[in-house]
């Protein structure tokens, strides 16, 4: 149950893809039921197309499924006809509260006042506090991050909560050689020499976009030609908007993207588990990142990455930057050891793990 079908969307719809895949890889029999069809879906896996949008989808998808046989597996609000709910892109209630923390104080209590008022955010606010009240259902949490919200919130909650962490394409995401990344730089017209960090997202609140444009100001200071590459639906929209920022929209070259940079910023206010700070540490790129993402826990070295305890502390943020500039770039036994962090969720495991959770 997702309410657009569209890979290209996002992460989370990125995913539902590739589970609907490995399930019918697995001789699964897979049913789509989506409020509107954007991308070719697998080729075996069965599509209902209800139409409609927000409340008004879900409340037909959950006519479709009502006292059905099927597993129900929701991936954004998940009511209490799903069985299975992966909050890949974190719970309501936690995205609303980073929201809130995010907004400048002199219209935090408007924007409150707002979304307390708002019938499509109350009505998905009571589909997630349905879910957690129903009996037998099952959480696949992608980080020990969102399980202990989930049970924080939901202290009654009498399901499982399973941590499964997400996959990596590790054939697609690999370790550059020093040549392969001077290569990338001269294809994207980046400085060979000037220090190049990199964001990626679709939500420039939650990916914390402020913060990592105050780290490219403050670094310029030192290094007047560094560059932030942002990737992500309407970043195109920032190029060239101060100096050393460059949009380059959303891009299915992200590989590329990471072979050029020196450091994935990824300044999270509210993130269960960031994929590209996985898939960059897959390619051996340094990372600096929040304790408000997931991803965290994967950085147990100094020469992996950086986590910074405040979101909204540019100034961390930028001496988390400036110590992983300073580490090597091409250091190979520093790249294979951010690999080796993750090595846990390459794809084959990670679908082997959720499977089995699933037909239990």
């Excluded at 072979?259 to 340094?286: F, M, Q, T, Y």
């Excluded at 020469?303 to 909204?312: I, K, P, W």
């Excluded at 930028?318 to 846990?344: F, G, K, S």
């Amino acid at each position: 149950m997702l309410d657009v079908w569209d890979p290209t969307r996002g992460g989370l719809e990125s995913y539902a893809e590739q589970l609907c895949t490995a399930l019918l890889e697995a001789d699964h029999r897979v049913r789509i039921i989506t409020g509107a069809v954007r991308q070719p879906p697998p080729p075996r896996a069965a599509v209902i197309e209800t139409g409609g949008r927000g409340p008004t989808f879900y409340r037909a998808a959950d006519a479709l499924t009502a006292h059905g046989d099927a597993r129900v597996l929701s991936f954004r609000h998940p009511g209490h006809e799903a069985h299975v709910f992966l909050p890949l892109g974190g719970l309501l209630a936690a995205s609303l509260e980073a929201r809130r923390r995010a907004e400048p104080p002199s219209i935090r209590w408007l924007r409150r006042t707002a979304r307390a008022l708002s019938p499509r955010t109350n009505a998905f606010l009571r589909r997630e506090r349905a879910f957690f009240a129903a009996a037998d259902r099952t959480v696949l949490a992608s980080s020990e991050l969102v399980g202990a919200d989930i049970r924080r919130r939901f202290a009654a909650f009498t399901g499982s909560i399973a941590v499964t962490g997400l996959p990596i394409d590790e054939a697609r995401f690999t370790v550059p050689t020093p040549a392969d990344r001077r290569r990338t730089r001269a294809e994207l017209a980046l400085d060979p020499t000037a220090p190049c960090l990199l964001w990626i997202g679709n939500d420039p609140v939650r990916k914390g976009l402020p913060a990592a444009r105050a780290v490219l100001r403050a670094l310029r200071g030192d290094h007047p030609e560094a560059t932030l590459v942002l990737a992500g639906h309407g970043s195109e929209r920032l190029n060239g908007a101060e100096p050393g920022l460059r949009g380059v929209g959303h891009v299915g070259h992200t590989p590329r993207l990471i072979h050029a940079a020196d450091v994935l910023l990824a300044p999270s206010l509210e993130d269960n588990l960031s994929l590209v700070v996985l898939e960059a540490l897959a390619s051996g790129l340094a990372v600096v990142t929040t304790q408000q993402n997931g991803a965290c826990h994967y950085i147990q070295s100094a020469r992996v990455g950086r986590v910074v305890t405040d979101a909204q502390d540019a100034e961390a943020l930028l001496r988390a930057t400036r110590t992983m500039l300073a580490v090597d770039t091409d250091d190979p036994a520093a790249r294979q050891e951010r690999r080796a962090a993750v090595a846990t969720c390459f794809r084959g495991t990670h679908f082997q793990q959720v499977i089995a959770l699933l037909r239990g």
